[in-house]
C-alpha cells in the first residue's frame, strides 16, 4: 500500500478530534491543556505533508513558527496553571468557575 | 516712534496696566489707581501726538485667524473719524481718571475698580482702531464686559448687582443682531473690512438691501441705549459716578453711533428712514422721563439717552436730502453721496456732548460727595455758595447742554436741527420740542441744586471736593465751552469737521432764532415753575401729568417684566417638559435602557463554565464556517 496525502491527513484530523474532545469532556485543566496542545500538533502533521507532497517549503516554515509559538504558551500557560493550583489548591474546571457575569 | 507703533502703544497700554493691576496690585489699592491713571496719562499724551502728528491710514494689518475662505485679521484703520473719538475717549478718560483719584480714594474695592477703568479703556481704544467688524464686535463685547464689571462695583448692594445683569444681558439681546450684521455683511460682500467696504461703496459694487444695516444697527441699539433697548442705561446709575461719565455718558454709549459712522458705506435710504425715527422718538421719550426723576444722576443718565437720541436721528437724517435728488423715484434704493451729512452732525454731537456730558456727571458726582453721598435733589439746595467751583461748572455744563450760544452744544444741536428742518419737518419739530424739554428738565435740577436754601442737613454741611475732583472739572468745562468752536473742532476732526451741515444766509437766522427760543422758552419755564421746596412742584400741581410720565418711564420695565415672567418663562417651562419626554425620556434613557437589556441577556452567556464556552466556541466556527461556504 503506497502512503499518500490522505493518509497523513486522516491521522492529522483524528488527532485533532481527539484533542478536541478532550478539551469538550475531560475535567483536568493540565489535561485540557495536553489536549490543546494535541491539536496543534495534528496541524503541524497536515502542513508536513502538504508541504512534502507539493515540493514547497512552506508548510514546513509554517511548523516552525507553530512550535515557537507553542513553546512560549506552554511557558505561560503551565505558569498560569501552577499558580492557579497554589491559589485554589484544584485544577479540576468545575471548580474554576468563580470569573463569570 | 511710527504712527503704528505709537497706536499700538496706545491699544496696549491699558490692557498691559490691567493686567499687572489683576495679576499683582489686588490688594494694593493706592499703587493700582497710580497705575492706572498713569497709564491714561500717557495714552492721552501719546494719543494728542499721534492726531496732531497728521499721519492718517497707515497700513497696519496681522491675520489672526484662517477658517477656510474666511480670515479674521487684526487691524489698524486710523482715518480723521477714528482720530476724532480718540481724542474723546483718551483725552476725556484720562480726566476722569484722575477724578476718580479722588472720588474712590476711601474705596475698599479700589485696586478693582482701576483695572476695570484701564480693561474698558483698552476695549474702547479697541473699537476706536479697529479696521474691521468682526475685531469691532470682540471689542465691542470687550466695553460689555467691563461695563458690568464697573456698574457691580458695589455688587454688595443687590441693586447695583441686577443693574450689572441687566445692562450685559439687554446689550447681548442687541449683539445678537449685530452679530447676524456681521455675518450677513461678510457673507454677501466678501469682506468686513471697513477700508475694503467703503471703497467698494464708493465703486457701487456692494450688496444693497436694508438688511444688513438694520442688523448691524441693532448692535448700536443695544449699545447706545435707542429704543426699545433703552431700559438698561437708568439702571446702570448704580455704578460708581466716574464709571456713569466715562462709560454711560461720554464714550461706550457713544460707540454705537461711532460704529454707524464706520459702516456708512454700507446705508441705505430706507434703514436710515428708521435709524432716524428710532433716535427721533428715542430722544423725545427720554426728555420725557427726565422731567420726573428726583436721582440727580437718573436726569442725567435720562438726558444722555435723549442726547444720544439725537445723535442717532442726526445720522439718520444724512439720507434724506440725497433722496431729493432723484426725481420721480424718491423711495429707490439708492447709495448715499459721500458728502454724509448726517455723519458730520453725529459725530459733532458726539463730541460735545462727550465734553459737557462727562462734565456735568463729574460735577454731579463731586455734588453726591460734598453732600455725603446724597443723591436726591429735592433734598439738596442753595450749594452754589459752598461749592463754588462745582457750581460754575455745572452751570456752564447744563448752559452747554441746553444750547447757549457759543457754548459747545449751540452749535452741535444747531447743526442738527439744520439738518433736521432741511430734510424732515416732522423729526424737526419734535427735536426741537425735545430741545424745550432738555432745557427744561435741566434748568429743574440745576435750580433744585443749587438754588435756594439747603433742605436737608447733608446739604447743609456740604463742602467742596479736593484738588483732583475740581481740576477735571475746570477743564472739562473749558472743552464744555471751546469744543464747538470751528477753530478747535476743524483742527480735531479735519474731513470730518467738513461734514458737519452749515446753514447760511435767512436759514441760518431761522435756525438761531429756534434755538434761542427753545432755550429760553424751556429754561425760562423751569425757573419760574420749580420752587426751591423738598416736594416736586409738577407733583403738586398736576398730579395727572406727574403720574403720566411715570407711567410712561415705568412702562418698559413693566413690559419686559411682564413678558419674561409670563411668556418668556412659560415658554421655557413648556420646553423644559418636553425636553423631559423626549430628550431625556425617550432619546436618552430609551437607549440606555435598550443598550441595558442587551447587555442583560448577553450576560447570560457568561457561566463561568469552561466547557460551556468551548461549546460556544464550537458554535461559533460551525457559524463562520457556514458563513465561508455560503451556507447562510
Same mark, same amino acid.
Given at each position: 500500500?503506497?502512503?499518500?496525502?490522505?493518509?497523513?491527513?486522516?491521522?492529522?484530523?483524528?488527532?485533532?478530534?481527539?484533542?478536541?474532545?478532550?478539551?469538550?469532556?475531560?475535567?483536568?485543566?493540565?489535561?485540557?491543556?495536553?489536549?490543546?496542545?494535541?491539536?496543534?500538533?495534528?496541524?503541524?502533521?497536515?502542513?508536513?505533508?502538504?508541504?512534502?507532497?507539493?515540493?514547497?517549503?512552506?508548510?514546513?516554515?509554517?511548523?516552525?513558527?507553530?512550535?515557537?509559538?507553542?513553546?512560549?504558551?506552554?511557558?505561560?500557560?503551565?505558569?498560569?496553571?501552577?499558580?492557579?493550583?497554589?491559589?485554589?489548591?484544584?485544577?479540576?474546571?468545575?471548580?474554576?468557575?468563580?470569573?463569570?457575569? | 516712534?511710527?504712527?503704528?507703533?505709537?497706536?499700538?502703544?496706545?491699544?496696549?497700554?491699558?490692557?498691559?496696566?490691567?493686567?499687572?493691576?489683576?495679576? #499683582?496690585?489686588?490688594?494694593?489699592?493706592?499703587? =493700582?489707581?497710580?497705575?492706572?491713571?498713569?497709564?491714561?496719562?500717557?495714552?492721552?499724551?501719546?494719543?494728542?501726538?499721534?492726531?496732531?502728528?497728521?499721519?492718517?491710514?497707515?497700513?497696519?494689518?496681522?491675520?489672526?485667524?484662517?477658517?477656510?475662505?474666511?480670515?479674521?485679521?487684526?487691524?489698524?484703520?486710523?482715518? /480723521?473719524?477714528?482720530?476724532?473719538?480718540?481724542?474723546?475717549?483718551?483725552? *476725556?478718560?484720562?480726566?476722569?481718571?484722575?477724578?476718580?483719584?479722588?472720588?474712590?480714594?476711601?474705596?475698599?474695592?479700589? =485696586?478693582?475698580?482701576?483695572?476695570?477703568?484701564?480693561?474698558?479703556?483698552?476695549?474702547?481704544?479697541?473699537?476706536?482702531?479697529?479696521?474691521?467688524?468682526?475685531?469691532?464686535?470682540? %471689542?465691542?463685547?470687550?466695553?460689555?464686559?467691563?461695563?458690568?464689571?464697573?456698574?457691580?462695583?458695589? !455688587?454688595?448692594?443687590?441693586?447695583?448687582?441686577?443693574?450689572?445683569?441687566?445692562?450685559?444681558?439687554?446689550?447681548?439681546?442687541?449683539? #445678537?443682531?449685530?452679530?447676524?450684521?456681521?455675518?450677513?455683511?461678510?457673507?454677501?460682500?466678501?469682506?468686513?473690512?471697513?477700508?475694503?467696504?467703503?471703497?467698494?461703496?464708493?465703486?457701487?459694487?456692494?450688496?444693497?438691501?436694508?438688511?444688513? &444695516?438694520?442688523?448691524?444697527?441693532?448692535?448700536?441699539?443695544?449699545?447706545?441705549?435707542?429704543? &426699545?433697548?433703552?431700559?438698561?442705561?437708568? /439702571?446702570?446709575?448704580?455704578?460708581?459716578?466716574?464709571?456713569?461719565?466715562?462709560?454711560? =455718558?461720554? @464714550?461706550?454709549?457713544?460707540?454705537? $453711533?461711532?460704529?454707524?459712522?464706520?459702516?456708512?458705506?454700507?446705508?441705505?435710504?430706507?434703514?436710515?428712514? +428708521?435709524?432716524?425715527?428710532?433716535?427721533?422718538?428715542?430722544?423725545?421719550?427720554?426728555?420725557?422721563?427726565?422731567?420726573?426723576?428726583?436721582?440727580?444722576?437718573?436726569?442725567?443718565?435720562?438726558? @444722555?439717552?435723549?442726547?444720544?437720541?439725537?445723535?442717532?436721528?442726526?445720522?439718520?437724517?444724512?439720507?434724506?436730502?440725497?433722496?431729493?435728488? *432723484?426725481?420721480?423715484?424718491?423711495?429707490?434704493?439708492?447709495?448715499?453721496? &459721500?458728502?454724509?451729512?448726517? *455723519?458730520?452732525?453725529?459725530? #459733532?454731537?458726539?463730541?460735545? !456732548?462727550? %465734553?459737557?456730558?462727562?462734565?456735568?456727571?463729574?460735577?454731579?458726582?463731586?455734588?453726591?460727595?460734598?453732600?455725603?453721598?446724597?443723591?436726591?435733589?429735592?433734598?439738596?439746595?442753595?450749594?452754589?455758595?459752598?461749592?463754588?467751583?462745582?457750581?460754575?461748572?455745572?452751570? +456752564?455744563?447744563?448752559?452747554?447742554?441746553?444750547?447757549?450760544?457759543?457754548?459747545?452744544?449751540?452749535?452741535?444741536?444747531?447743526?442738527?436741527?439744520?439738518?433736521?428742518?432741511?430734510? /424732515?419737518?416732522?423729526?424737526?419739530? *419734535?427735536?426741537?420740542?425735545?430741545?424745550?424739554?432738555?432745557?427744561?428738565?435741566?434748568?429743574?435740577?440745576?435750580?433744585?441744586?443749587?438754588?435756594?436754601?439747603?433742605?436737608?442737613?447733608?446739604?447743609?454741611?456740604? !463742602?467742596?471736593?479736593?484738588?483732583?475732583? @475740581?481740576? &477735571?472739572?475746570?477743564?472739562?468745562?473749558?472743552?464744555? $465751552?471751546?469744543?464747538?468752536?470751528?477753530?478747535?473742532?476743524?483742527?480735531?476732526?479735519?474731513?470730518?469737521?467738513?461734514?458737519?451741515?452749515?446753514?447760511?444766509?435767512?436759514?441760518?437766522?431761522?435756525?438761531?432764532?429756534?434755538?434761542?427760543?427753545?432755550?429760553?422758552?424751556?429754561?425760562?419755564?423751569?425757573?419760574?415753575?420749580?420752587?426751591?421746596?423738598?416736594?416736586?412742584?409738577?407733583?403738586?400741581?398736576?398730579?395727572?401729568?406727574?403720574?403720566?410720565?411715570?407711567?410712561?418711564?415705568?412702562?418698559? /420695565?413693566?413690559?419686559?417684566?411682564?413678558?419674561?415672567?409670563?411668556?418668556?418663562?412659560?415658554?421655557?417651562?413648556?420646553?423644559?417638559?418636553?425636553?423631559?419626554? %423626549?430628550?431625556?425620556?425617550?432619546?436618552?434613557?430609551?437607549?440606555?435602557?435598550?443598550?441595558?437589556?442587551?447587555?442583560?441577556?448577553?450576560?447570560?452567556?457568561? @457561566?463561568?463554565?469552561?466547557?460551556?464556552? $468551548?461549546?460556544? #466556541?464550537?458554535?461559533?466556527?460551525?457559524?463562520?464556517?457556514?458563513?465561508?461556504?455560503?451556507?447562510?
Amino acid at each position: 500500500m503506497i502512503i499518500g496525502l490522505n493518509h497523513y491527513l486522516l491521522i492529522s484530523a483524528v488527532l485533532f478530534a481527539l484533542g478536541f474532545l478532550g478539551v469538550l469532556l475531560r475535567k483536568n485543566t493540565l489535561v485540557i491543556y495536553m489536549c490543546l496542545e494535541l491539536m496543534l500538533i495534528a496541524s503541524t502533521v497536515a502542513l508536513v505533508a502538504f508541504s512534502h507532497f507539493n515540493d514547497t517549503l512552506d508548510g514546513n516554515v509554517f511548523v516552525f513558527f507553530i512550535l515557537t509559538i507553542a513553546a512560549a504558551e506552554v511557558a505561560v500557560g503551565l505558569a498560569i496553571i501552577v499558580a492557579l493550583f497554589r491559589q485554589r489548591h484544584t485544577v479540576q474546571v468545575e471548580e474554576l468557575n468563580q470569573l463569570k457575569h | 516712534m511710527e504712527p503704528v507703533q505709537t497706536a499700538l502703544a496706545i491699544l496696549l497700554l491699558p490692557l498691559a496696566s490691567a493686567t499687572v493691576i489683576a495679576l #499683582f496690585l489686588r490688594t494694593r489699592g493706592a499703587l =493700582a489707581s497710580w497705575i492706572s491713571t498713569g497709564a491714561a496719562g500717557v495714552i492721552a499724551i501719546l494719543s494728542l501726538q499721534l492726531i496732531l502728528g497728521g499721519a492718517r491710514n497707515f497700513p497696519a494689518s496681522w491675520e489672526w485667524l484662517k477658517l477656510g475662505d474666511l480670515v479674521i485679521s487684526l487691524g489698524i484703520k486710523f482715518d /480723521d473719524l477714528a482720530a476724532l473719538m480718540l481724542f474723546v475717549v483718551s483725552v *476725556v478718560g484720562f480726566l476722569i481718571h484722575v477724578f476718580s483719584l479722588g472720588y474712590m480714594h476711601d474705596d475698599q474695592a479700589r =485696586a478693582r475698580f482701576f483695572g476695570g477703568l484701564s480693561i474698558f479703556m483698552f476695549s474702547m481704544l479697541g473699537i476706536v482702531l479697529a479696521d474691521n467688524l468682526f475685531m469691532i464686535f470682540i %471689542f465691542w463685547e470687550l466695553v460689555g464686559f467691563s461695563s458690568y464689571l464697573l456698574i457691580g462695583h458695589w !455688587h454688595e448692594k443687590s441693586s447695583a448687582a441686577e443693574a450689572a445683569k441687566k445692562a450685559f444681558i439687554v446689550n447681548r439681546v442687541g449683539d #445678537f443682531g449685530f452679530l447676524l450684521g456681521i455675518l450677513m455683511c461678510y457673507w454677501s460682500n466678501g469682506t468686513v473690512n471697513l477700508t475694503e467696504l467703503t471703497a467698494m461703496g464708493a465703486a457701487n459694487q456692494l450688496a444693497l438691501g436694508a438688511a444688513i &444695516p438694520l442688523l448691524l444697527f441693532c448692535g448700536a441699539v443695544g449699545k447706545s441705549a435707542q429704543m &426699545p433697548l433703552q431700559v438698561w442705561l437708568p /439702571d446702570a446709575m448704580e455704578g460708581p459716578t466716574p464709571v456713569s461719565a466715562l462709560i454711560h =455718558a461720554a @464714550t461706550m454709549v457713544a460707540a454705537g $453711533v461711532y460704529m454707524l459712522c464706520r459702516i456708512h458705506a454700507l446705508m441705505v435710504f430706507e434703514a436710515l428712514q +428708521i435709524i432716524m425715527w428710532v433716535g427721533t422718538i428715542t430722544a423725545l421719550y427720554a426728555a420725557l422721563c427726565a422731567i420726573v426723576q428726583r436721582d440727580i444722576k437718573k436726569v442725567l443718565a435720562y438726558s @444722555t439717552l435723549s442726547q444720544l437720541g439725537y445723535m442717532v436721528a442726526a445720522f439718520g437724517l444724512g439720507a434724506g436730502w440725497v433722496s431729493e435728488g *432723484v426725481k420721480g423715484g424718491a423711495m429707490d434704493v439708492m447709495r448715499l453721496a &459721500p458728502d454724509a451729512a448726517g *455723519v458730520g452732525a453725529a459725530m #459733532f454731537h458726539l463730541t460735545t !456732548h462727550a %465734553f459737557f456730558k462727562a462734565l456735568l456727571f463729574l460735577a454731579a458726582g463731586s455734588v453726591i460727595i460734598g453732600c455725603h453721598h446724597e443723591q436726591d435733589i429735592f433734598k439738596m439746595g442753595g450749594l452754589w455758595k459752598k461749592m463754588p467751583v462745582t457750581f460754575v461748572t455745572f452751570t +456752564i455744563g447744563v448752559l452747554a447742554i441746553i444750547g447757549m450760544p457759543g457754548l459747545a452744544g449751540f452749535f452741535s444741536k444747531d447743526a442738527i436741527l439744520y439738518l433736521a428742518m432741511k430734510n /424732515d419737518t416732522k423729526v424737526f419739530a *419734535v427735536l426741537a420740542f425735545t430741545a424745550v424739554l432738555t432745557a427744561f428738565y435741566m434748568v429743574r435740577m440745576w435750580k433744585l441744586v443749587f438754588l435756594g436754601e439747603a433742605r436737608d442737613d447733608h446739604a447743609k454741611h456740604a !463742602h467742596e471736593t479736593g484738588l483732583s475732583m @475740581t481740576l &477735571p472739572l475746570v477743564l472739562l468745562a473749558v472743552l464744555s $465751552v471751546v469744543g464747538g468752536w470751528s477753530a478747535v473742532f476743524g483742527k480735531l476732526a479735519g474731513s470730518v469737521a467738513h461734514l458737519v451741515p452749515e446753514a447760511e444766509g435767512p436759514v441760518h437766522t431761522t435756525i438761531l432764532l429756534v434755538s434761542l427760543v427753545v432755550m429760553t422758552l424751556g429754561a425760562g419755564s423751569a425757573l419760574f415753575f420749580y420752587q426751591s421746596a423738598p416736594t416736586d412742584s409738577l407733583e403738586d400741581k398736576s398730579r395727572f401729568a406727574f403720574s403720566g410720565l411715570v407711567w410712561l418711564k415705568e412702562s418698559f /420695565d413693566r413690559l419686559y417684566n411682564y413678558y419674561v415672567a409670563k411668556i418668556q418663562q412659560r415658554f421655557a417651562m413648556l420646553l423644559n417638559f418636553l425636553e423631559q419626554i %423626549f430628550l431625556a425620556g425617550l432619546i436618552i434613557r430609551g437607549f440606555a435602557g435598550f443598550v441595558g437589556l442587551v447587555g442583560y441577556g448577553a450576560r447570560a452567556f457568561y @457561566t463561568g463554565s469552561l466547557h460551556a464556552y $468551548v461549546y460556544w #466556541f464550537l458554535l461559533g466556527a460551525v457559524l463562520l464556517w457556514a458563513f465561508a461556504t455560503g451556507l447562510l
